[in-house]
T-cell receptor, first 113, second 113 residues
Framework: EAGVTQFPSHSVIEKGQTVTLRCDPI?????LYWYRRVMGKEIKFLLH????????ESGMPNNRFLAERTGGTYSTLKVQPAELEDSGVYFC???????????FGSGTRLTVV | DQQVKQNSPSLSVQEGRISILNCDYT??????FLWYKKYPAEGPTFLIS?????DKNEDGRFTVFLNKSAKHLSLHIVPSQPGDSAVYFC????????????FGKGTHLIIQP
């Protein structure tokens, strides 16, 4: 079984540019989550999809962040325009209905310069 | 306002001895608690969990203890092995684990030969 796949693994962009991160969950997992870890701090929840619907987006920092999950399969997280404080590692995770423990991807390390 | 706290940034333990990682929380609505293990450049990996209706859960070398009155949980690893060297995150959820998780900052466990 393929795990949760995220790409790119690294991205370096200039302040003001746009970046789109992609996550492919485990096949059949309806629940998809985005998290972010800023250097040395805790992993913070951003949002939760159930299939293509946003179940909870209370963790999204501001309206520069846009997450989509068209067709309930892969998801994208767009940051536009990027700011310096957006730097960090963005993790995606997926799970089956109920709780069986999330499976996390390896993350995308975003650096805004 | 940090709802999940791991007050020890790092912990060094000799191989074969017991490792005890601690976690405190402030939100009394949390009803599900989890431990994740993370290696560099990888996503967190689910290790073990416990529901608030229990006070102990065991899985092989790993045991999690929950003290609801003290709002404290701990992860015991015995015996500690070199492969256990990693960052351990404590996490909590209000929705039985299916909702977004609140993570602590992590404890870097170093197993010394």
């Amino acid at each position: 079984e393929a795990g949760v796949t995220q790409f790119p693994s690294h991205s370096v962009i200039e302040k003001g540019q746009t970046v789109t991160l992609r996550c492919d969950p485990i096949s059949g997992h309806d629940n998809l989550y985005w998290y972010r870890r800023v250097m040395g701090k805790e992993i913070k929840f951003l949002l939760h999809f159930v299939k293509e619907s946003k179940q909870d987006e209370s963790g999204m920092p501001n309206n520069r962040f846009l997450a989509e999950r068209t067709g309930g399969t892969y998801s994208t997280l767009k940051v536009q325009p990027a700011e310096l404080e957006d730097s960090g590692v963005y993790f995606c995770a997926s799970s089956q209905g109920g709780f069986y423990g999330y499976t996390f991807g390896s993350g995308t390390r975003l650096t805004v310069v | 306002d940090q709802q999940v706290k791991q007050n020890s940034p790092s912990l060094s333990v000799q191989e074969g001895r017991i490792s005890i990682l601690n976690c405190d929380y402030t939100n009394s609505m949390f009803d599900y608690f989890l431990w994740y293990k993370k290696y560099p450049a990888e996503g967190p990996t689910f290790l073990i969990s416990i529901s608030s209706i229990k006070d102990k859960n065991e899985d092989g070398r790993f045991t999690v203890f929950l003290n609801k009155s003290a709002k404290h949980l701990s992860l015991h690893i015995v015996p500690s092995q070199p492969g256990d060297s990693a960052v351990y995150f404590c996490a909590a959820s209000e929705g039985g684990g299916a909702d977004g998780l609140t993570f602590g900052k992590g404890t870097h466990l170093i197993i010394q030969p």
